[in-house]
């Protein structure tokens, strides 16, 4: 069995009723008089226990009736469309009070149902007269189209309201995400203040008690345990800082991306030497897009895939790039330990890191992908991570960009760079 409906919840999205006619459906009412030859015509929308005229032409104006002296209420189960030639014949009618004379003396009447996209009745599309009359097929037809130029004027008002809703919500948004920015800022500012200065005064003195610790004793081992504890909360705050203020105010300019690759290729050259890690380009693009920015992810993508090495071979990393729709996809491409499949989405979490934490050879406190992230959507495009064919990582962005042709730069990727 069918579910009640509840008629005001139905028809209260379309943003009609309270308010003045809408001269489209007016209109239309117009039309409808005018087609059938009747003085009347009335658009209803039917409530739980109120009739709401809408919109109408002739002696009535819009406003509301009870549903149960309503005419079209009797019909509103009817399968089509109701033509009633004299209502004094029709025991459906015979003595509403708009038939007997008390609101009104119709003996002419004919409806029309309204629906939604769904199929379910919101009312009528009426026609009334003080004479007994008939309508041919043709007016009768007629009656029908126009009763569905009603149904598409009701559903675009509705589709309408939920657009200025819409855009109304998406401007609470983003007055909430701007508000939340500069809250943001103002804190990464306190936290700059208020746990770097005392955090310098602490490693202040415990390079002072290194200086006069006597080496090779217990206390100098502690000493430098604190000291390096010191140095890896350093850090953190930085990369606290770097996240809440990287990926906001965005400088885009014209940026060859293999240009980026070599800066990063020099300043990450010790830590790639001292693993026998092998860095090949391929050809990348030139896109609009905050250098500085990018530069950051490219170096973090890099070192990790350097990092995170596998213990039985020498790192290889690839890059290398393709079109897309509208936008260039980038990868970095090695042939290192992998990140599990349930972990990559959790990688891009802040202070997160899917590997071994006491791995002291892969240092680091699970900023990076999480700032590569805020970078890249910032930019308009996504990133992620899927495994590589040798079992290790694929760490790939997108970054939007309309323009078509635009040139590659770099020699050909290498052969051995794309087997792994």
Request: proline fraction near 7%; hydrophobic fraction near 40%.
């Amino acid at each position: 069995m069918a579910g009640r409906i509840d008629r005001d919840a139905l028809i209260a999205p379309y943003d009609v009723i309270g308010h003045p006619p809408a001269p489209d459906l007016t209109a239309l009412a117009e039309l409808a008089a005018d087609l059938s030859g009747t003085p009347t015509a009335i658009v209803n929308l039917m409530g739980e226990s109120i009739q709401h005229s809408v919109a109408t032409y002739g002696r009535f104006e819009p406003g509301a009736c009870g549903r149960q002296d309503s005419m079209c209420n009797a019909i509103l189960d009817e399968p089509g469309q109701v033509i009633v030639n004299d209502t004094l014949e029709d025991p459906r009618f015979a003595d509403s009070p708009y038939v007997t004379g008390e609101n009104a003396a119709f003996r002419f009447y004919a409806a029309t149902h309204l629906r939604n996209p769904q199929g379910q009745v919101l009312g009528t599309l009426c026609v009334f007269d003080d004479d007994p009359r008939s309508l041919d097929d043709r007016r009768i037809r007629g009656l029908g189209l126009l009763a569905r130029q009603v149904d598409d004027a009701l559903e675009l008002r509705r589709r309408t309201s939920e657009l200025v809703d819409a855009v109304a919500e998406l401007a609470e948004v983003r007055a909430e995400l701007t508000r939340s920015n500069e809250a943001l800022h103002a804190f990464a500012g306190q936290v700059s203040h208020d746990l770097r200065n005392p955090l310098t005064a602490v490693n202040g003195f415990l390079e002072e008690l290194q200086y006069n610790v006597p080496h090779d004793t217990p206390s100098s081992e502690y000493v430098a345990r604190a000291l390096s504890s010191t140095h890896r909360m350093s850090d953190l705050i930085t990369d606290l800082l770097g996240f809440a203020k990287l990926g906001g105010e965005l400088r885009r300019e014209p940026v060859a991306l293999r240009n980026l690759v070599e800066e990063v290729r020099h300043d990450l050259a010790p830590a790639l030497s001292a693993v026998n890690a092998r860095l090949d380009v391929g050809p990348l693009p030139t896109v609009r897009v905050d250098a500085t920015q990018i530069r950051a992810v490219l170096q973090n993508l890099i070192s990790n895939a350097a990092k995170y090495r596998h213990p039985e071979r020498p790192p290889l990393i690839a890059l290398h790039s393709c079109r897309q729709e509208h936008a260039w996809r980038i990868e970095v491409v090695d042939n290192g330990i992998g990140v599990p499949r349930d972990r990559r989405e959790e990688a891009f979490s802040p202070l997160t890191r899917v590997h071994d934490p006491h791995d002291s050879s892969a240092e680091g406190a699970g900023i990076g992908l999480a700032t590569a992230r805020r970078i890249i959507n910032a930019h308009g495009g996504q990133i992620g991570l899927e495994a590589s064919p040798s079992g290790g990582t694929v760490a790939w962005f997108t970054l939007p960009d309309p323009s078509e042709g635009s040139s590659l730069g770099g020699p050909p990727t290498p052969r051995s760079a794309r087997v792994f």
